[in-house]
């Protein structure tokens, strides 16, 4: 497995948010992870990207033991977390965002084909490279984000809510482009409010309630549960949609 997560717990000082933790997610997988609000799925996420620490657990990236690591070297391990919210730099350029992408030496090198690359995933971003991040639309800066994780040249894509709040039709398009970069050969962990969306593109999902992992499996067999079917896609016994 690329990643091992293993009985991972993580607290605010004495609040504990998730415990007892466990997931993977193998080279070129896309894993999803679904739950309700402040079930602590985005904490697990920073937690990944070194962002928080954990307790107590495993955490091992391509065998390294990411809880021995730095949080400002966790990305040259080749791993980048798409934030819930974006957190672009709103006065600098797209251009400029893309850039604090890639700091590292090995990406730095490699500035100008992977931006390339990100341009080719979203076009309408070369159009716009020179613009306030600030002024675009919000699908826009979340290609922006999608694309500032990528210019870190990532094995591991760690996704944060990324259709929060954007249109429909925009929730559309980003699935698809998280389609292609997963084709691409990028492994994708993929925490998501949009229950029906992360089953589809996964191989594989993680239920998380109240900081524990309570299911997990292929969606098909998730779908199947029934306590699933009613909490998270709106499903009654018998196919029907609740009122």
């Known amino acids: 497995m690329l990643l091992e997560v293993r009985h991972l717990a993580i607290a605010y000082g004495d609040a504990p948010a998730v415990w007892d933790a466990s ?8 894993v999803s992870v679904i739950g309700p609000n402040g079930a602590g799925k985005s904490t697990l996420v920073n937690t990944i990207a070194g962002l928080l620490r954990a307790r107590s ?13 730095a949080p400002h070297l966790v990305c040259r391990q080749g791993i980048a977390l798409v934030p819930e919210g974006r957190r672009l730099f709103a006065r600098m350029s797209v251009e400029e965002n893309l850039e604090m992408g890639c700091y590292r030496g090995e ?3 490699a500035r100008g084909t992977t931006l390339d690359r990100v341009y080719r995933l979203f076009p309408i ?9 600030g002024s675009l ?7 922006v984000a999608i694309g500032r994780a990528l210019m ?6 760690l996704l944060d809510e990324p259709s929060l709040g954007l249109a429909p039709a925009v929730v559309d398009h980003m699935f698809e482009i998280i ?5 691409e050969g990028v492994a994708i962990l993929l925490v998501e409010q949009n ?15 109240e900081g524990r992992v309570v299911a997990d499996g292929p969606p098909a067999i998730l779908r199947q549960q029934s306590r699933i079917r009613e909490a998270y896609l709106g499903l009654r016994e018998g196919g029907d949609v609740n009122p």
Do not use: H
């Open 179 to 183: 389609r292609a970069i997963n084709d």
């Open 125 to 133: 971003l070369r159009e716009r490279r020179r613009q306030l991040a």
């Open 152 to 157: 870190a040249q990532p094995r591991l894509l």
């Open 107 to 109: 990406a730095r090198r």
């Open 23 to 30: 997931l993977a997610v193998a080279a070129g997988e896309v």
């Open 57 to 69: 657990g495993e955490l091992r990236f391509g065998g390294v033991d990411l809880r021995a690591v």
């Open 195 to 209: 229950v029906v969306r992360a089953l589809e593109i996964a191989a594989r999902a993680y239920v998380l309630e």
């Open 137 to 143: 639309s919000g699908g826009q800066q979340q290609m």
